[in-house]
């Protein structure tokens, strides 16, 4: 009886068939050496659970088709964002580059109403700029001239050789251009808003 209370307690009815002698099961009451429940749990528990988990743990992975899927996914992700990735890295440091010289407007006018119109880049603050290989600047007596920019060194190679130039009239009045370069993918949309 304190086995039967034991499986009972486990909720295993059939725990008896594990023991060594003939036992009697406490629900069907049917001896463990008979052809009853016993012998037909023991083949359930050997099939249904042990040879079950070692193959719900063989079959792990990916199937060929849905690597294929996720392949063409990542290839057609790649075909449209990276393009346009870099046309964005092109446009950013066009409008960089734009800031970087138009900044210089303010040093070039205080310059020029001192009647200074040989300037060189120290002159207007300049320093260095990592998108910008070469800066000229060029203005004539009567006020009138450029500072231009050539992009390159760490610029993408998109806008490698472009030229910025921030032009003044001799009443004082700004304008920009942009030439673009004939040896990268130029494209228009990269000149900065304010140049034509």
Known sequence: MERIKKWRFFGFWHGWC???????????GLDSAGAGPCRV???????????????NHAQKGFTLIELMIVVAIIGILAAIAIPQYQDYIARSQM???????????????ENLLRGNTTLTAADLGYTTSNL????????????????????????STAISGTTLAILRTNAGAWTCAVTGTTTGAWDASFVPTGCN
């Open 18 to 28: 594990f023991e060594i002698g003939r036992l009697k099961s406490p629900v069907t």
């Open 41 to 55: 749990e023991k083949r359930l528990i050997k099939r249904s659970t042990m040879k079950d988990i070692r193959i």
């Open 95 to 109: 409008n960089r580059v734009y800031g970087e010289v138009s900044a210089l407007k303010t040093a070039a006018e």
């Open 132 to 155: 910008i290989s070469g800066l000229a600047i060029n203005f004539n007596a009567n006020g009138s001239g450029s500072v231009t920019a050539t992009v390159g060194t760490d610029a």
